[in-house]
């Protein structure tokens, strides 16, 4: 058992020599990024409140107030109101349809649609 070592020198190549070069920070005197005295105390109110000018929509029922019992499906423009572009029957809250009439309006929306009075809802 011979072992034969080469010799080498292990180069830890640690020459550069890097000193760290601060100043001496003295901590004392005024600094120059200080904040003002007085904190955000007071608020600036402004604004004369800008609601309010809408008037309130009404959620009733258009078919109860005005004593619609059955929904003439004849009546197209009164259908529009209740179809949006594309022919889609408007939801319920955004017109505030009552449940009961909601059924007969789309009954009525549907009766419409086969006599081609309402168009159908465009295919996409
Ligand atoms: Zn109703």
Redesign the pocket.
Known sequence: MSEENPGRAPETGASSHAGSESGPSTGSGPRPGGRPPGGPGGRPSGGAGGRGKFFRRKKV????TEKIDAIPYRDVRLLQGFVAERGKIVPRRLTG??????RRLTRAIKQARNIALLPFATRH
């Open positions: 029922c258009k078919f109860c349809v009552c449940t009961t009439h909601q």
